[in-house]
């Protein structure tokens, strides 16, 4: 459920810097944003970001933020593809130290409770589960008692590995990388059997994506306050 406080930073308007851009693997691009003021956020939000420095059609879109308020800077990733959308040409064109503005951060994409927790990820919806996964890993306090990621990339072409690997290793989370959504299912099904609805599960991809997983989980008995999801659109 989405709480005011969760929707009111939207209103909260701030400048942010371009400092560094790279390329993931494939087509998708990660972007690393400065700000000039300290801006605070959940893991797992996201903000709403406006192309600032050419005018285009649609130039706002949603991001979820990669990063946590601890690491000093704003994260997102996207798929930029061969011929991109205008948003997405002017971003990729932007220079070191060159402005975009962002609202919020925003939503309640995050974890409360400290129980067990499943996280699914299809393909660039990976994006909001490295802040879940790294502020867990700096806040021992919030750190479930069993944290599975499921990282499902028909492509292969997984992000942020190094990230996800370290955590693995650092602590107790199990992560997980899949190509087929076969294996996906076995895996939501053996953590499902094991925690039931003590546990909560968090969902990331298409609609169609989202869907299949959800089904799965009701199916199974999982209740609906146990699931939240969001859905990318447009990546």
């Known amino acids: 459920m989405i709480l005011l406080k969760d929707i009111l930073p939207i209103f909260k308007k701030h400048d942010i810097y371009l ?6 693997v494939g087509d ?3 972007f690393i944003f400065e700000t000039e003021k300290q801006i605070k956020w959940k893991a797992g939000q996201h903000g709403v970001f406006t192309i ?11 991001f979820s933020i990669a990063s946590i308020p601890s690491e000093g800077h704003i994260k997102i990733s996207m798929k930029i593809s061969e011929k991109p959308s205008e948003f997405k040409e002017a971003i ?38 490295r802040a879940l996964i790294r502020n867990l890993i700096t806040s021992p306090a919030e750190l479930s008692k069993d944290v599975e990621l499921l990282y499902m990339d028909s492509r292969d072409e997984f992000i942020y590995r190094e990230d996800f690997d370290k955590a693995a290793k650092e ?17 939501i099904e053996g953590f499902i059997d094991k925690h039931g609805n003590e546990a909560e599960y968090f969902i990331v991809g298409s609609k169609a994506m989202i869907n299949s997983m959800e089904a799965i989980l009701k199916d199974k008995g999982i209740k609906k306050k146990n699931i ?3 859905t990318f659109i447009g990546y």
């Open 19 to 24: 400092k560094e851009k790279h390329k993931e």
């Open 28 to 30: 998708i691009y990660t």
């Open 52 to 62: 600032s420095h050419k005018k285009i059609n649609k130039a706002t879109r949603a």
């Open 92 to 129: 990729l064109n932007l220079k070191p130290g060159m402005k975009m503005s962002m609202r919020g951060p925003i939503g309640s994409f995050y974890t409360e409770k400290n129980n067990p927790l499943l996280f699914i990820a299809g393909g660039i919806g990976i994006t909001p589960y």
């Open 171 to 187: 602590s107790l989370i199990k992560v997980n990388y899949l190509n087929k959504r076969e294996s996906l299912s076995e895996k």
């Open 228 to 230: 939240k999801k969001d």
